[in-house]
């Protein structure tokens, strides 16, 4: 692979941020196992959470990566307004729960917002490299079954490891309720033409698209829910 791949709407999409996102994916997924596996709580979720959010946003101004830094801009305000959809599960439908004792904002843990950054910028950014090599709408499906079968792996990892975990009144594949599985390949299914959308448009439109996914996240909730519980 070039130092600089094909960019054409997607200036920052080089190599080195790829090799970036792809590491910092695999090591969220190993620091999940290992959490799970020794078990020391919540605490093990902060680190990584705070950790990886300041590195991804210490890369994109120190390289002046224009593509990260739109995800981190999306992914964060998405972050903040899926505290509406945490409320919706854990006092709603009674299906989510968190440990007790933690800092908290509304339903959920302080670091969830940036949790759910974290993840849309890996999300996001590998619905760029799919876009790049095939086209828009195969980029969609694939990512729709990949975010189908990667988040619940790591909520099943979370579980374990005490950050969060979901009440059995549901129909379950490990420890994630099928409707959880839905509603994430339904948000992955939107990533790639909201991330073509936000490039292709003013750095205020990314905010504006930011508030569209975190409504979607809630309504894919809703409705994942009503027909997979």
């Known amino acids: 692979m070039s130092t600089n791949m094909k ?19 695999i090591i969220l997924l190993v620091w999940s196992y290992g959490s799970s596996w020794v078990d020391l709580g919540p605490v093990t979720a902060s680190i990584i959470t705070y950790g990886l959010y300041m590195f991804y946003w210490g890369y994109a101004l120190l390289t002046k990566n224009y593509l ?41 843990p302080a670091y969830m917002p940036f949790a759910w950054a974290n993840v849309l910028v890996q999300l996001s950014f590998i619905g760029v490299l799919l876009t790049q090599k095939y ?19 790591y909520e099943h990892l979370a579980s374990g490891a005490g950050w969060w975990w979901y009440n059995n009144n549901t129909a379950m594949i490990l420890n994630a309720p099928i409707y959880v599985i839905v509603c994430e390949a339904l948000i992955s299914l939107s990533l790639p033409l909201i991330v073509r959308y936000a490039e292709q448009h003013i750095l205020r439109r990314t905010v504006y698209l930011g508030i569209g996914l975190g409504v979607w996240i809630y309504v894919s909730a809703i409705v994942s829910y009503m027909i997979a519980r």
């Open 68 to 108: 990260i830094k739109r995800l981190i801009i999306l992914g964060t305000i998405a972050g903040v307004l899926e505290l509406v959809t945490d409320d919706y599960l854990v006092h709603t439908i009674h299906s989510l729960m968190y440990p007790k004792g933690e800092w908290m904002i509304w339903s959920s």
């Open 7 to 25: 960019a054409n709407n997607y200036p920052g999409l080089d190599a080195k941020t790829t090799f970036l996102i792809i590491s910092s994916s």
């Open 135 to 153: 086209n828009i709408w195969i980029a969609s499906i694939v990512l729709c079954i990949a975010g189908g079968m990667y988040i619940p792996l």
